[in-house]
């Protein structure tokens, strides 16, 4: 068959169809969230849909934060790390039909742990503050924000920094739609878990608690993830602090609250480390 015959043999309606996802396609381009802070490698989520249900899964580096999704959706999805190195670099959302309610999805956001090996905080927080600007430019509100702790390490150097940024990225308004979480209850003694655990509601946690987060305990099982995901579907969805200040008022990363608080402190990576993140090596 020769290529005019092929053409011709096109229907319209193809035809018009392809044109249409093309002009869309660029439409939705268009829409993209700008900033001057954006990357082009940042990983955005491009077919938001306003009532997705959108929980990102925040913590420091190995807390198992990937490892909380994978049980979640039932799958391998998202890569867990086995050695003293930080994993997941760039953000990862996974999307799985809503049980009961299957024409709406759940959207899991990966996150970048805090305290990462190779990459500064600042840049982390940039990574999420991004994903989460494109997503509320497309009229997505975050459900829940499951924050995981892992309650073997009792007291870690930067726990009080990390806290700030987790403050400051939700803000006040959006503290009831957290969920603080303990992880990895297996490594230590029932009673060393529990009193780690009291300790971080009277002090630590004690502030966000007061504004409404909820606290729960990760166990490694289906049950446990889905309890905490029904936890923070308790709350209707809102815009997060962070949101607001990158798309609402336009202000660049390092003028949001989280990111004052990311900038703040002395860099942790060598310069060279630093270098390689910042032109997306990691
Ligand atoms: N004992 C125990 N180990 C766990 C648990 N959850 C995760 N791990 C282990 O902790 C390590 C890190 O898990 P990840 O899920 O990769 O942690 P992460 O928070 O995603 O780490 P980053 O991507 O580096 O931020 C892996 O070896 C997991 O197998 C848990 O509940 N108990
Ligand atoms: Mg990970």
Redesign the pocket.
Known sequence: MSWPLQYSALSHSAFVTTMTMAVRGHSKDAQEWRSKDRKREDSVMKDGREDDIIIPIL??????????VNIAVGREA?????DLE???AMLQHIIIPCPGEPTRRIVFV?T??FD?TNIDDAEILRRIGVWLAQSYHDRTKVTGVIY?HDISQARVPTSRKTLQMLHKLCGDAAMKNVALTT?????VPPMTGEKNEKELCENSWGEMIEQGSQVGR???TVESAWDLVELVLQNPPLALQIQKELVDLKRRFHETAAGRIANAHEPRIPFGERFKSFFGFH
């Open positions: 913590g420091r580096t190995g807390v198992g934060k990937s490892s909380f998202a890569r867990v790390g086995h930080s994993c997941t990966d970048p742990g990462d995981l992880t990895k209850w297996g490594d990760f166990d490694g």
